[in-house]
Nanobody
Framework: QVQLVESGGGLVQPGGSLILTCAAS????????MGWYRQAPGKQRELVAT??????NYADSVKGRFAISRDHAKNTLYLQMNSLKPEDTAVYYC?????????WGQGTQVTVSS
């Protein structure tokens, strides 16, 4: 079992920044692929960024603006979001994938608006 708890969401103006944090507990190993996904109202959940084995992958829409990082010692995943746009507004979910299963956090709301 894996438990994921996101925090750091909120209301930010266009062009602003936020850092999302995902605290992981349970059967978390360095080999887990971890990532961030988001879901806007009326849309399907989509990949934002993932990290695995030191490699990262980003959606084209966030490349150059967002950065995913992981602190293995603290079992914590981060998403640094810069130059935020209104279209980044969504609920952001933390995700963990391994041979043991796929797990999701409860999500944190990010709203980009003036």
């Amino acid at each position: 079992q894996v438990q994921l708890v996101e925090s750091g969401g909120g209301l930010v103006q266009p062009g602003g920044s936020l850092i999302l944090t995902c605290a992981a507990s349970g059967n978390i190993f360095a080999t887990n692929t971890m990532g961030w996904y988001r879901q806007a109202p009326g849309k399907q959940r989509e990949l934002v960024a993932t990290t695995s084995g030191g490699r990262t992958n980003y959606a084209d829409s966030v490349k150059g603006r967002f950065a995913i990082s992981r602190d293995h010692a603290k079992n914590t995943l981060y998403l640094q979001m810069n130059s935020l746009k209104p279209e980044d507004t969504a609920v952001y979910y933390c995700n963990s994938r391994s041979s043991g299963g796929i797990y999701w956090g409860q999500g944190t709301q990010v709203t980009v608006s003036s």
